[in-house]
Structure formats: structure tokens, C-alpha cells
């Protein structure tokens, strides 16, 4: 038990993670008031539930717990034994039943199972994400045995690989919400072992404080509910009091660096120990501490995490007369001021009695660490499926333009019943599009409600023809200038300096592949003989500071000067804080030109500039000022430069000419849209989100002071910030008012956008600087602030804001390893529109970057299209859809650069066959969608195979309604290899035509036609198949259906045998299989030997 656990996780961070690290088990405190219905966030939740199942089954080896942590009662520990399982290959049990086990653990029922603490059972298939697990786990059943467990990857479905067992753990400690269950609850010691464990108390004096805190807030909270009028369950129902702990606790170790209780006799081993002074930054203080240790005959001992680190702190003391070594060299350390070892230490310490200082990295760096990055799934859903489209949503048919999706529709074409998707136009036209031809169909992206079209009109056709004009001339623009930049002599920097290498492995964590890839794009810029003009584009946290301090660096170890542009004066100051921590071990000289220094400070900065004395300089659009004349400026690196004004982009564009530039934009650039820029603009990409870090715990509550006063308190005494967010600028100040009443000691400003651009800075500044606790403003804050102390988020009537600015406001806070809280604020329920409503569920239930925010994210990647093609670009999308403008850039952008534009057309299939899948299959209208649509965008077999891949994996064997549309598939693949135009059905009759550049052997069609009683040639190019006729003996290639084994992927599905298809096709010739085996075998006889490969 502690105080404070994140100390304890701290210690462990720099260990690699081996069996005794995972068996540390954290055991988190709730922080949330149990009497106003707010839920824990789910991972705290898991890790208490985890915590107590590690203990049931003995796996844990130490749990670390705060004081608040211990207080709420739980499900007894046969309840968490019964919703627990161990499940192996071979182990007895249903799919209902899991599902029904999985159920009482606390998951929640959703398909496709993208998030922790979900599942979903089809068939013989369940798959479900355990809470703490890199992937979800799928369990494939046959009757009632489980016959194979597997991983799979969260963003495509697919299978990663075979796993020996999986665990059911439940996923929160009450799993029981029936008020009769009350009195049965039982405290986390009731979990303990028996015999065997051991407890010990970290500061118990400081442990017994925070007890004394929660049980008073705790009362408190069951206080104020009874004040409101309701019936809240008695305190000692939900929670052990503060006594009962003490006396569970009597016995425990007691660590303590001042126990003044402790009598001196009894066996007390007393270690006299002191934190290490925090330098953060400022190392000549730190020297000469170094040099008061020397004098004092203490050892001094530097721990750094990278070699290169540790090299450099050797020069640096060096630099400033002080002898040192690093630990293990050759050298003995006798005569040495300090002693530099590499290694993993969080903090320093002082052992006065042992002539002992240790000091750790980030006292003296103050390096901010971070844990290593995960990489974001692809989102490919955006461009390539249906998963978020709902009845209602605008579509875009590639023929007929922007049409409203009503739902999968049903109808009778002649004696098969087939399904189609019902569009609505303008004017209530309907249109109906057969599902094998939704490749003709994308989902609407483009921001604003459009208007829809009317069938039949020339309104669609016009706009692709403006769109497609306006894209030519900027394309054709973009194209000179990249021409005429490669014309124009620059720079070439120089290889990779021996220094260049020392500051990089300073860097205490690894490169992202993004971040490494952006990195050489850059220095591949650089040292090439012509100017470099280069977008890095990713959100805030995504390491693109990193990427541009190692190319300044590079600039300045050349001799040449570095200017930093930053939109606001606030973002210049947080650049120049970070460049100053980065360099602070090298000879680098940096500055910032500010309005907030005098006119006298400029006048020498820039006389100093001039000089080449100062070699980064850090401001706003006043570096591009004619005053401000650089000695050998060598590097730019602008910071969002779609919010600075026309006349300074104009000056940024001259600059373009002479010296390397490089801008940063944090709004996301989809990937689609980088792909077809290339070879007209250079850019790079960092798609990696930022570290692994704590997830925001998100609270939709009504407006409520009680819930105001006690977010803040709780933030300010962790020594954190607060943001409160109103939008309305003519009552903000009320709302400032009611802060400080409600707390009294917070130190409250007021941001908005109508203060004096000077009071706005010095406001933002000073919250920068902590000299404010609480922050409220307006939407301001969304882009551009990045404080790690600020930590929680209130925003007032969160139902007026959109999915996407929720979604960036929210971004602004969960910077470091602390919990943030995010608190939305709305009217009654009862006030809230039903789209008000979706949005805020939308945004608690995926407090990560999940599923609930591909709309947003696609938002602001429409957002990031505009800003990086121009304003004008944002109306054409719009106009046509994201996907359709995107479709179409590639093309221009193809054709300008001469490149051959593949013909698109593809042969138009309509066998009036039942191709409808299986509803107990695939139960989900979306997911059939999906699968429509992929079947009918399939381009090669191996695109199809994947398909039936993917399906056999997520939903078990495959039936007759998947076998039909894969050899629908098939079949489409084959006529657009052969050149085929269109397959026709007529009741007996299939008309097969060909293009007028068919592929086909005139020789082969000749010998099939003379082979083959049921095949008629009618000039000019078309076949005539008779369903009713005999095949002859031709139609012996007709028996090797080629999708019957490969749609089962080499395995024979039960009644789909060769000889099952030919006695089927000879039986009924106009049923599914009849019409698949014989123009499947007539399409193989027309193809050369080569096309079945």
C-alpha cells in the first residue's frame, strides 16, 4: 500500500518485460462518486477485476494499491471464480455458454470486436478482446468442444496466429447491479491468500492521510446524494470504513524514510536517504553541485539511458574542468569528479553516511519520458467498406451522383428472389443497385449535408467536370513549381557529423518507422544540391518536433542559422522551451524574438542574428520581418503555415527558393491523399499516435457545481491544471465567477478570442508558465497548446459541439502519465437532440482512438485536405465526395506526369441469380455490405481469395450464399481479363459481348462454338448460350468449376463436389450452380492456358 503508486510504476518502467515485471500488478483507486452514476474508466476498472483474479488463481506476486483503492466492496470471490475460465483446445463447453459466461464477466456484445471488453458470438465462432491483451482472441467450436484458439488482428478480422489458451477475466469487480446483492459484497481482503502473503505499507503516515480523504469524500458524496432527495444505498454497503482498514493493515511491513513512531530499539534497520536535487535543464547549477561533491569526498555517480548520453556527459564535465569516466572502462575512477554509467533509473538519491549521489538523467536533462509507440492500424475502412454506414447517410453513385442510403431491399426478378440497395435522389426518385454491383458505390465524406441529385439529370456530370478542370490547374501549378524548384542551385549539406550521431543517440527512446522514414526523407532534402520543400504532417504528441530538432541540427553543424516560425506567440515560446531542454548539452545558441521583450531586447537580438552569433531562432511571422536579416540562414521550419496570413505565405514562398524549408501541420493528410501527391509534392507522413499513455476517463454528466468543485479540487491537489470550456464569449465571465467561488484558492484566467492579441498571449503564457490553475476559454484551445501538467477538462454544454471538435478538445489534456479526466457537461437528457445524443455516446463509450471516432477522424482528414490543397479544393470536395475526388486527383495527376491511366471499365454481369448471403451467416447488415461490396471490387482472384480468407476465418465454414457470390466474383474477373463487356441473362438464355479490343483467340471461339451444341456465335461479337441445351463433349473443362475448391480454399465442402456441381447443373440448369458451371467451364475454354494460371 502507498501513497502514490505512479512512484512504484516509475521504478519499474526501465525494465524489460520479463515474467517478474507482469507479475507487478497495479490495483488502482475508482476516483469516481459512486452516489452520481459515474463509471470508472474501463482500464482502471480491468485492472482492479485482473488484479483480484491474479490473486484467486495465484498468479500475482505483488499488488501495489493505494489507500483510496481498498475502500469499495466487490463481488465475493466465488462470483469472480464462477464468470472466470481457463479455455484450451479440446475444452467442453458451447458457444451460448461462453457467450453467456462472457456476459456475467461484464463484456458487452459487439460486432466486429474491435475494442476491449467486448464479444460476439456467430455460430460456431466467438471472438472476444480480454482487457489488457494486444489482440482479441477467436475461439472456433465444433458442437461443443472448442477445436482452435487464435489471435487476430483488431483492424482487418484476420487471424494472426494459434495460441495454446486463453483466459475469461472478468472486466470490472462488481458484477452483480442488483441492489439485493448489497449485503453479500466483500472487501479486497477477502481475496488475500490465507497464508503465505505479506503486506507492506509505503509511508504509512502518508498512507493513512489519503485513507482519512477518501472515507471523508466518500461521506461527503453519500451526504450530498441524500440532500438531493434520493435513496442512496448506506455507505458501509459499498464501501469498508477507514478503521476496518487500519485493522487489516496492523500487521504490515512499514517502509518509511521518517517514521517518527518507530521506537529506536525494535527492529527498525534506519537507511538515511534524500532525494537528488532536480536541475531540470539547468546544468551549470548541476556542476557545480558536481564540484561541491568533489570537494565533500563524495562519489558522484551519473546514470544516463543511452551510450551516447553518457559520452556526452563525459565531455561536458570535461568542458568544465571536471574529470570523469564511464563505469567498466579501462580507467580507474580514483581521481574521477563523477562516475557515468548507462542504465534505467527514474530519479536520483543521496546516501550522506555512504559518501554517496546518484544522479538520474531526467534530474539533470529533464528528458520527458515516454514509453514505446504503438503503431496505428491503417484505418482502410475509410476509402474501402461500408462499416459505418447507416440508413439515412448520403452515398455517392459513381454514375449518378449523390443519393441518400435507405436500406438492403428485396425484390423479385424473374423467378429468384435478388437483393438490392435502395438509393433515394432529389424529388423521392428511387434508385435500386444489385449488390454484386456496390464497387459502383461510396459512402459520402466531405463535411457539409449535400444536396442530392436528380436521376437522370446533368447536374452529377457537370460538377465532376468542374471539379475535374479546377484539380487539372492546380495539379498543373504544383507540377511547375516542383519543376522549377529542382532547377534552382541550393545548398548541399554535408553526411551525418560525428555530433549529428551524438545528438541523436541522446534521444532517449527508439524512432517510430514513421518517424525514422521522415527523418531520411529529410536529410535526403537536404543534402541534395536544390532547395528543400518539405510537409511533415502528423497530430500533436506524434514525435514531429523530434524529426525537425535533428534536421536544425544537422543545419547548424554546418555553420548555417535556423529560423523557427510559430503562428502564435504562446506556440514560439513552448518551441524555444523545448529546443533549449533538446540542446542543453551542446554548444548550440537559442533564442526567441518575442513580443514580450523590450524594443531595446529585439534590437540586440537581432543585431546578434546578424552576426551569426545566435544560431536557432524561434518566433512568430516577425522573423519575416525586413528588419530581421540572417547572417547564413540555411533552414526554415514553419509550424502550421495554413494559419498564417496571405502576405507572409507570399514571403515564405521566396524564401522557398533560396533555402531549405521544412513545415510541420498537425492536422492528420490522409494517406490516399499523400499517395496520389507523389511526384508533385513532397511529403511525409507520421501516422504513429502518441506514447502508450493513461486513457482519458470520459464523463457525460448534467450541469452540476458539485461535480465542477470537485473535478477541480481533485486536479489542484495533485499539483495539476484545468481547462473549463464555454464557448459563449458574452457569459464567460459568469462562468469564471462561479470557478472561483466554488474554488476559492484556484488561480483562475480567462482566454478568448476577443482580448487584445497582447492579453490573449500573456494569459496563454502564463497558464504555460503554471501561473494559473484553472484556464477558461473558449474553442481556442483546441489546436496548439501542449501542456502536460494540464490534466482535466470540463465542457460546458458539450451537446453544441461537433463529434470532431470534441474529439481535438478533448486531445488537448492526457499529455503525460497521469489519469486525465475529461467532464462533458449537458442539459437534462430530456433537452438533448437525438444527434446531440448519439455524439456524446459516441465520444464516452471509445475514450481511446477507436472505432467511434473514424467519422471524426475522416472529418479532420477533409479538414487537413483543405488546408494542404487550398481552400478552394475543400468546396470540390464537397461537390463529389472525398473518395470521388481522390479517384479523380490520381487520374489528373496520372495524366500530367504522362503516365498510362488504367481503364476502370468493368464488364456488367447480370446472371439474375440469387446472390444473397446467408442472414444467420453474416447477421450483421453492415458487415453483408461490406462483403457485397468487396466481392464486387475484387479484381483478381487472389483480391477474392482474401475475401472468402477472411470470412472463413470470422464466421466458420462457408455456406451455398457466400459460394454463389464468390463464383459471381469469379466469374466478373475472368470476363475482364478476356475483355468482355457484358453477361446477360435472359431466362435460358446468356448473351455474352465482347469489347471491340477483346482478348480473346477468334481461332478458340471458333473450336469452342463447332464443340459445343448449347454455344451460338451471333456477328459481331456476341455468344449465345443455351441453358436448356447439351454441353457436348467441350463441356468437359465445364466440370473443373474452378471456384469449387478454391472458395473452400482446398478443402471440399460437403454437397459442392465436382461431381455434386455437374449433377446439379444437369438437373437444374437455370439454378445457381447450373448457371456458374456452365459459363464458369465456357469462360475457362475461352481463356488461354496462362489466364486460370
Known amino acids: 500500500m502507498t501513497a502514490d503508486t505512479r512512484f512504484f510504476f516509475a521504478s519499474l518502467e526501465g525494465l524489460s518485460a520479463t515474467e517478474a515485471v507482469r507479475a507487478v500488478l497495479p490495483f488502482p483507486s475508482l476516483e469516481v462518486d459512486p452516489y452520481r452514476g459515474l463509471a470508472p474508466h474501463f482500464e482502471v476498472a480491468s485492472a482492479r477485476a485482473g488484479a483480484l483474479c491474479a490473486l484467486l488463481r495465484g498468479d500475482a506476486r505483488v499488488v501495489v494499491a493505494s489507500a483510496a483503492a481498498l475502500l469499495p466492496r466487490m463481488s465475493p470471490p466465488a462470483v469472480m471464480r464462477d464468470a472466470s475460465a481457463v479455455l484450451l483446445p479440446g475444452a467442453e463447453t458451447s458457444p451460448t455458454l461462453l457467450g453467456d459466461r462472457l456476459l ?126 434520493e435513496s442512496p444505498p448506506p455507505l458501509d454497503r459499498i464501501a469498508i470504513g477507514a478503521d476496518e482498514v487500519r485493522r487489516q493493515i496492523a500487521g504490515a511491513v512499514r517502509l518509511s524514510a521518517l517514521d517518527l513512531d518507530t521506537p529506536e530499539a525494535g527492529g527498525a534497520a534506519h537507511v538515511p536517504c534524500q532525494p537528488a536535487v532536480e536541475f531540470r535543464g539547468r546544468v551549470a547549477d548541476w556542476m557545480d553541485d558536481v564540484r561541491r561533491a568533489r570537494v565533500s569526498d563524495e562519489l558522484v555517480l551519473f546514470v544516463a ?47 550522506s553516511e555512504a559518501g554517496l549521489q546518484v544522479y538520474a538523467e531526467a534530474d539533470v536533462f529533464d528528458e520527458p519520458r515516454r514509453t514505446h509507440e504503438r503503431r496505428r492500424p491503417v484505418a482502410q475502412a475509410f476509402l474501402t467498406d461500408f462499416r459505418d454506414l447507416k440508413v439515412g447517410d448520403h452515398v455517392v453513385h459513381v454514375d449518378h451522383g449523390i443519393g441518400v442510403f435507405v436500406g438492403l431491399r428485396q425484390l423479385e426478378v424473374g423467378d429468384d428472389a435478388q437483393e438490392f440497395m435502395e438509393l433515394r435522389y432529389a424529388e423521392d426518385a428511387k434508385l435500386f443497385v444489385p449488390v454484386e454491383h456496390l464497387d459502383l458505390i461510396q459512402k459520402y465524406s466531405g463535411g457539409n449535408r449535400p444536396a ?43 553526411e551525418d557529423s560525428h555530433w549529428q550521431s551524438e545528438f541523436e543517440d541522446a534521444f532517449e527512446y527508439e524512432l517510430t518507422g514513421d518517424q525514422r522514414t521522415a527523418v531520411n526523407d529529410i536529410k535526403r532534402d537536404m543534402e541534395a544540391p536544390v532547395p528543400m520543400d518539405r510537409l511533415l504532417c502528423g497530430d500533436v504528441g506524434y514525435g514531429k518536433t523530434e524529426v525537425a530538432l535533428r534536421a536544425a541540427f544537422k543545419a547548424v553543424m554546418e555553420g548555417k542559422q535556423v529560423a523557427l516560425l510559430a503562428p502564435t506567440t504562446v506556440l514560439a515560446f513552448q518551441h524555444a522551451r523545448t529546443l533549449k531542454e533538446r540542446f542543453a548539452a551542446f554548444p548550440v545558441t537559442i533564442d526567441l524574438l518575442s513580443r514580450f521583450r523590450s524594443r531595446a531586447e529585439q534590437k540586440a537580438l537581432l543585431e546578434e542574428v546578424g552576426k551569426g552569433k545566435v544560431d536557432i531562432t524561434v518566433g512568430t511571422h516577425r522573423l519575416l520581418s525586413k528588419d530581421v536579416v540572417f547572417r547564413d540562414l540555411g533552414l526554415v521550419v514553419v509550424d502550421e503555415e495554413q494559419r498564417f496570413g496571405v502576405a507572409h505565405k507570399e514571403r515564405l514562398k521566396q524564401l522557398r527558393q533560396r533555402v531549405d524549408v521544412l513545415t510541420l501541420t498537425a492536422t492528420p493528410i490522409p494517406r490516399t491523399l499523400n499517395m496520389s501527391l507523389v511526384g508533385i509534392r513532397d511529403m511525409s507522413v507520421i501516422e504513429t499516435p502518441p506514447k502508450d499513455r493513461l486513457a482519458i476517463q470520459t464523463s457525460v454528466v448534467r450541469f452540476d457545481r458539485a461535480v465542477i468543485a470537485q473535478a477541480i479540487r481533485h486536479e489542484l491537489a495533485r499539483g495539476g491544471q484545468v481547462y473549463v470550456v464555454h464557448n459563449r464569449i458574452e457569459s464567460i465571465e459568469s462562468i469564471a465567477d462561479l470557478v472561483t467561488r466554488l474554488v476559492p484558492n484556484a488561480r483562475v484566467a480567462v482566454a478568448h478570442g476577443q482580448l487584445a492579441e497582447d492579453a490573449l498571449e500573456r494569459c496563454m503564457v502564463g497558464f504555460v508558465e503554471q501561473r494559473f490553475d484553472v484556464l477558461v476559454t473558449t474553442t481556442i484551445v483546441e489546436n496548439g497548446l501542449d501542456i502536460p501538467n494540464a490534466n482535466t477538462l470540463i465542457i460546458n454544454q458539450a451537446d453544441h459541439f461537433g463529434l470532431a471538435q470534441l474529439y481535438q478538445l478533448r486531445g488537448r489534456i492526457g499529455r503525460s502519465d497521469r489519469r486525465a479526466y475529461a467532464y462533458f457537461l449537458v442539459p437534462h437528457a430530456d433537452a438533448l437532440s437525438s444527434i446531440a445524443r448519439k455524439r456524446l455516446a459516441a465520444i464516452r463509450e471509445f475514450s481511446d482512438l477507436g472505432s467511434g471516432f473514424r467519422v471524426a477522424a475522416l472529418d479532420l482528414e477533409i479538414r487537413g485536405a483543405g488546408n494542404l490543397l487550398g481552400g478552394e479544393q475543400s468546396g470540390h470536395i464537397e461537390a463529389i465526395g472525398f473518395e470521388m475526388y481522390v479517384k479523380l486527383l490520381e487520374e489528373t495527376v496520372s495524366g500530367l506526369k504522362g503516365e498510362e491511366i488504367a481503364d476502370e471499365t468493368r464488364a456488367a454481369v447480370n446472371l439474375k441469380v440469387d446472390l444473397r448471403i446467408d442472414e444467420q451467416y453474416v447477421p450483421d447488415m453492415t458487415q453483408r ?165
Open 452 to 494: 442530392l441529385d436528380r436521376l437522370g439529370g446533368t447536374s452529377w456530370e457537370r460538377a465532376k467536370t468542374r471539379v475535374k478542370k479546377a484539380m487539372r490547374d492546380m495539379a498543373e501549378e504544383l507540377l511547375k513549381l516542383y519543376a522549377a524548384r529542382r532547377t534552382i542551385p541550393g545548398h548541399a549539406f554535408g
Open 929 to 1093: 455490405l461490406t462483403v457485397y461490396r468487396r466481392v464486387a471490387g475484387a479484381h483478381t482472384d487472389v483480391d477474392l481469395d482474401q475475401v472468402l480468407s477472411e470470412l472463413r476465418d470470422r464466421y466458420g465454414a462457408l455456406p451455398a450464399s457466400i459460394l454463389n457470390l464468390a463464383e459471381y466474383g469469379r466469374i466478373r474477373i475472368r470476363a475482364d481479363a478476356m475483355g468482355v463487356e457484358s453477361i446477360d441473362r435472359d431466362h435460358d438464355a446468356v448473351v455474352v459481348k465482347f469489347r471491340s479490343e477483346a482478348t480473346v483467340d477468334a481461332a478458340r471461339v471458333l473450336d469452342v462454338v463447332s464443340a459445343r451444341p448449347d454455344v451460338t456465335l451471333i456477328p459481331p461479337g456476341l455468344l449465345k448460350v443455351d441453358l436448356r441445351a447439351a454441353t457436348g463433349d467441350g463441356g468437359g473443362r465445364a466440370s473443373e468449376s474452378w471456384w469449387t475448391s478454391r472458395a473452400t480454399t482446398g478443402k471440399v465442402t460437403p454437397g459442392f463436389s465436382r461431381r455434386a456441381v455437374n449433377r446439379r447443373a444437369a438437373e437444374n440448369p437455370r439454378a445457381p450452380t447450373g448457371v456458374f458451371a456452365r459459363l464458369g467451364g465456357l469462360l475457362a475454354e475461352l481463356s488461354a492456358p496462362t489466364d486460370l494460371g
Open 305 to 351: 539511458t543511452t551510450s551516447g548520453t553518457a559520452q556526452r556527459t563525459v565531455e561536458l564535465l570535461a568542458e568544465g574542468g571536471l574529470p570523469s569516466v564511464v563505469a567498466g572502462g579501462a580507467e580507474p575512477p580514483a581521481r574521477a569528479a563523477a562516475v557515468v554509467a548507462v542504465g534505467q533509473l527514474s530519479r536520483g538519491f543521496r546516501l
Open 104 to 229: 456475467r464477466a461484464g463484456f458487452v456484445r459487439q460486432d466486429p470486436v474491435d475494442l476491449h471488453g467486448e464479444f460476439c458470438v456467430r455460430g460456431g465462432v466467438v471472438d472476444f478482446f480480454p482487457a489488457g491483451e494486444d489482440h482479441p482472441v477467436r475461439l472456433e467450436f465444433i458442437g461443443d468442444a472448442v477445436e482452435s484458439i487464435r489471435r487476430y488482428d483488431a483492424a482487418t478480422q484476420r487471424s494472426i496466429g494459434a495460441i495454446d489458451q486463453t483466459a475469461v477475466t472478468p472486466v470490472r469487480e462488481r458484477l452483480d447491479d442488483d441492489p439485493s446483492s448489497l449485503p453479500n459484497l466483500a472487501s479486497v481482503f477477502d481475496y488475500l491468500p490465507a497464508s503465505g502473503g505479506r503486506l507492506l505499507t509505503s509511508e504509512p503516515t502518508e498512507v493513512d492521510a489519503q485513507l482519512v480523504t477518501a472515507a471523508e469524500r466518500l461521506a461527503i458524496a453519500f451526504d450530498d446524494a441524500t440532500a438531493r432527495g
